[in-house]
């Protein structure tokens, strides 16, 4: 997951970059007063989310598959807490009638 976060993050910065020197050499409008950083960022963030959807999506399943295994152990575990305070729960009920 760090990968992928890293690999995405990069993508972004490439695109900042890009587009960084796009609005400052003239060829993309600057923003509108003291906005121009914000601009530059948000166009970054608007051009790195469809090029990291399509370059990251081998390394985006990867993560997934990692994702849902720990759920599943997760998952597991607390299924056998569960069974675990229902064994001790029994057993104190049937101490308990026989007492």
Known sequence: ??????????IFVGCLV???????SGIAPRGL???NGMWIALLAL??????SFVALRKERDRASVGIV?????MKANLEANRSQEDVADDAAR???QTS
């Open 1 to 10: 997951m760090l990968r992928y976060t890293l690999m995405r993050l990069g």
């Open 94 to 96: 049937a101490q308990g």
């Open 33 to 35: 007063g003291d906005s």
């Open 69 to 73: 295994t720990k759920v599943d152990r």
């Open 46 to 51: 608007v051009l790195s989310a469809p090029i």
């Open 18 to 24: 890009v587009v960084w020197g796009l609005v400052y």
